[in-house]
T-cell receptor, first 109, second 113 residues
Framework: KNEVEQSPQNLTAQEGEFITINCSYS?????LHWLQQHPGGGIVSLFM???GKKKHGRLIATINIQEKHSSLHITASHPRDSAVYIC???????????FGKGTKLTVNP | EPEVTQTPSHQVTQMGQEVILRCVPI?????FYWYRQILGQKVEFLVS????????KSEIFDDQFSVERPDGSNFTLKIRSTKLEDSAMYFC???????????FGPGTRLTVL
């Protein structure tokens, strides 16, 4: 059974700060997803990665397969980045995503 | 940009009643999913659907749940006899391939009284 753990649970930052959210998983996976959940509840896919690093705008996601660990970084954080960030893992041969509990990020102006 | 849509946005029902939650996945996607999120808890997988049949389901997805693709565009989740503990946000998602990014709908908030 794959367990997905995130840290920290809550994160408060000042506008402009560099943010890191961590995710670890317990078994081998085929892909790791980073998702953003807005206060209204909607979920947006940010990244799907199985190795290395991906960048989109101010967001960077990295994964270390050997260490079963992924990080999501936000550079030059902004109040509009305030949301819950969720990592989810899929195992080979399965479409099922196993979700972490999420990291609630608040960026203050 | 294509998106997944869900209706209704909020459904209130009495315990024991049947509800049908509707989703329109992205048109060229082949894999469809239902997830739920009980308030304050993490998102949980319910079921995946491909080629007009269930490809995977979780322990949560028991006999009171069913899914259907009644036509070429809609994907529905039916809960036959709702319980109080079915109150949650239900998300539909779709992907082109099983190993591709999943696109989520805005969710349906189900409240069972």
């Amino acid at each position: 059974k794959n367990e997905v753990e995130q840290s920290p649970q809550n994160l408060t930052a000042q506008e402009g700060e560099f943010i890191t959210i961590n995710c670890s998983y317990s078994v081998g996976i085929s892909a790791l997803h980073w998702l953003q959940q807005h206060p209204g509840g909607g979920i947006v896919s940010l990244f799907m990665l199985s190795s290395g690093k991906k960048k989109h705008g101010r967001l960077i996601a990295t994964i270390n397969i050997q260490e079963k660990h992924s990080s999501l970084h936000i550079t030059a954080s902004h109040p509009r980045d305030s949301a819950v960030y969720i990592c989810a893992a899929s195992q080979g041969g399965s479409e099922k995503l196993v979700f972490g509990k999420g990291t609630k990020l608040t960026v203050n102006p | 940009e294509p998106e997944v849509t869900q209706t209704p946005s909020h459904q209130v029902t009495q315990m024991g009643q049947e509800v049908i939650l509707r989703c329109v996945p992205i048109s060229n996607h082949l894999y469809f999913y239902w997830y739920r999120q009980i308030l304050g808890q993490k998102v949980e997988f319910l079921v995946s659907f491909y080629n007009n049949e269930i490809s995977e389901k979780s322990e949560i997805f028991d006999d009171q749940f069913s899914v259907e693709r009644p036509d070429g565009s809609n994907f529905t989740l039916k809960i036959r006899s709702t319980k109080l503990e079915d109150s949650a946000m239900y998300f539909c998602a779709s992907s082109y391939d099983r190993n591709n990014e999943q696109f989520f709908g805005p969710g349906t908030r189900l409240t069972v009284l």
